[in-house]
């Protein structure tokens, strides 16, 4: 059963930086397209950024800037995703899921998720 570890959420100041982490267990990690989404509150969970196993991130048109500002990259010898985040902005603030999934297959897993509050 894939099992998916996020860390680093925080609170920052508005143009800080956080970067989160996203350890992945319980499968083979190098078959998974990796995301991380995001829920701000009363909002819907939106996409932010993924990449597949081999190629280029992708990042969301719908989330403003978010390619100048975040980055997302994967370490398939570690079983890891991060996202690097910069600039960061009181409307970033959610809670960040990451997710691994085979979009052949239907294979979906979720994180427990990890706060991120931008504020003064």
């Known amino acids: 059963q894939v099992q998916l570890v996020e860390s680093g959420g925080g609170s920052v100041q508005p143009g800080g930086s956080l970067r989160l982490s996203c350890v992945f267990s319980?499968?083979?990690?190098?078959?998974?397209?990796m995301a991380w989404f995001r829920q701000a509150p009363g909002k819907q969970r939106e996409l932010v950024a993924l990449?597949?196993?081999?190629?280029?991130?992708?990042?969301?048109d719908s989330v403003k800037d978010v390619k100048g500002r975040f980055t997302i990259s994967r370490d398939n010898a570690k079983n890891t995703v991060a996202l690097q985040m910069d600039q960061l902005k009181p409307e970033d603030t959610a809670v960040y899921y990451c997710?691994?999934?085979?979009?052949?297959?239907?294979?979906?897993?979720w994180g427990q998720g990890t706060q991120v509050t931008v504020s003064s």
């Open positions: 997710n691994a999934n085979i979009p052949r297959f239907g294979s979906s897993y």
């Open positions: 319980g499968s083979i990690f190098s078959n998974y397209v």
């Open positions: 990449i597949a196993p081999i190629g280029t991130p992708m990042y969301a």
